[in-house]
């Protein structure tokens, strides 16, 4: 069922979006060259226990961190681990936390260090295909209306969108109703005003096709090629809508 939140609700989501954002903006001080994804998931368990938030994702149906950092080829749910960030990596750190019960929920891809100009694209353009989503958002829109505006702006910059995940309703629960595609699935949900969405889109430099490994987590992209992802909580208000996440 779809959940439209009260006021109350909107005010708690406002500010579960505000803890998500700063605890970016902490892990920034520290993503550099060398450090390793388990100490980054440590700064960031740390930091959000700090503000009285809860990690949404630690143990969630088994998940062993409190955040995803997924690098290069990796498309989504990458475990922190030893792993050492190196020069040249992209890494996308997907971060849930949980404020008095309501959730909020982000990515950013962090390029770091010396790219090509095709990784550097891939980024910024899985970040620009966001806002293209975004833009159609507003009460009485169609779930759809979004999911081709994403793919559009994807497959005009040659690039793939991953269609085995998506972006969903978030509130109370981490993942709520309706699943918000990144690619057209003719999915004729009306948007109200007073839902609120994770939009998030998950493109890829090469195929679109990804599998998952063996940790039964990491899903890689099948020809070992950059994927990016950028996400973002998203309010429907009547004429449009409000990023609860920050638009950085």
Known sequence: ???????????LMKEAGQYNMATFRELEKHLKVGITTKE????????????GCVPSCLGYEGYPASICISINDEVVHGIPSKRKIKNGDIVSIDLVLAYKGYHADATRTYIIG??????EDLVKNTRLAFFE?????KDGARVKDISIAIEKYAHDHGLSVVEELCGHGIGLEMHEEPDIPNFNDNNNTRLKEGMVIAIEPMLNLGSKEVYVLDDDWTVKTVDGKPSSHYENTVLVTKDGYEILTGDD
């Open 133 to 137: 989503g975004v833009k159609q958002v």
């Open 114 to 119: 010396d790219v090509s100009k095709e990784v």
């Open 40 to 51: 980054l998931d440590k700064i960031a368990h740390d930091f959000i226990i700090k503000n």
């Open 1 to 11: 069922m779809i959940s439209i939140k009260s006021s109350r609700e909107i005010a």
